[in-house]
């Protein structure tokens, strides 16, 4: 499991936004937002680069921490 750091989540609906965004990229598979944490983990079964991942959070709204 590959784990990011997130900025910029307050609730329950900044939570599925992120879900949502990184589950829709092809390659990402159990994907786990934590609020509390401010983390997502992921099964990165293609080798998605960290770029992809973090474009994909940005776009939603948010941002990765390194
Ligand atoms: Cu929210």
Known sequence: ???I???G???QHCV???TKALGKIPGLEKVK???A???ATFANTQNVSRAAVRQ???EAGYTVAD
């Open 5 to 7: 750091r997130i900025q």
């Open 16 to 18: 599925m936004a992120v």
């Open 56 to 58: 994909a959070v940005e």
């Open 9 to 11: 989540m307050t609730c």
């Open 33 to 35: 937002v934590d609020l």
């Open 37 to 39: 944490k401010g983390e």
């Open 1 to 3: 499991m590959e784990k």
